[in-house]
């Protein structure tokens, strides 16, 4: 295999956690007295920052608004949203695997960083990831900039970015990996490529499985 290390998006990429997001956003929508929105809108709650979540879903432009959506949001995240998600098939096997061969292993995402770790314990990943790098209160949060901190939590100089992989489901994960420099693998089995068409993603690799993706590595 050609590349030394894979980077991970969390969010329709290693976990389908919509179930528990979702749930989540209209408990934060009924508090605010948002109206909620159609429920064949809600893919699009998937993998976006979570105030541009907002902003895109529930159609919110008020920044201050914006703002309450989000502290209600993580206020309202539980430990029984993030039972609600399951692993894709697959990845029990692949990780583990990937991992005896000695490639490092990443998580970059836009989901806050408290959120995702507790996403991996639960599902018993965390001790196979050598980063787990997400979103701060902090910082506005972009998906090249996670991608950078992942690598420099692997120990990966940037000049050698081409020798990763980044998997993600949707435009922000594409856009920062091209950024940085990795080479890209789109997810379509996941949220933020719905209702487009494969000829408009710039990827090294589309992949509509987990399966798939383990036969792109060993082929590459």
């Known amino acids: ?67 309450r959506a989000v502290a209600s949001y993580k206020a ?26 000695g490639v490092k292993l990443g998580v970059a995402t836009l989901k806050f960083v408290g959120f995702a770790r507790k996403t991996t314990d639960h599902f018993g990943l965390t001790p196979l990831f050598d980063a787990i790098c997400g979103s701060v209160p902090e910082k506005t949060p972009s998906k090249e900039g996670i991608i950078r901190e992942a690598l420099a939590e692997m120990g990966i100089d940037e000049a050698d970015a081409d020798e990763v992989l980044m998997v993600g489901d949707s435009p922000y994960d594409e856009e920062g990996a091209a950024a940085v420099g990795c080479r890209f693998a789109a997810a379509t089995y996941g949220f933020g490529y719905l209702g487009m068409e494969e000829s408009q993603i710039e990827a090294d690799a589309l992949v509509h499985s987990v399966e798939e993706l383990a036969d792109y590595l060993q082929n590459s």
Not at 12 to 40: F, Q
Not at 77 to 96: K, M, N, Q, S, V
Request: glycine share 8%; with cysteine.
């Open 1 to 67: 295999m050609r590349y030394r290390a894979l980077l991970l998006d969390m969010d329709g990429t290693l976990i389908d956690s919509s179930g528990g997001i979702i749930a989540c956003a209209k408990e934060a929508m009924e508090e605010l007295g948002i109206p909620i929105p159609p429920e064949d809108t809600f893919h699009r709650f998937i993998g976006p920052p979570l105030k541009e979540c907002f902003r895109i879903v529930a159609g919110v432009e008020d920044e201050a608004l914006l703002d």
């Open 76 to 101: 309202h995240f539980r430990d029984e949203h993030i039972a609600a998600g399951r692993l894709y098939p697959g990845w029990e096997t692949l990780l583990p695997a990937l991992k005896a061969q």
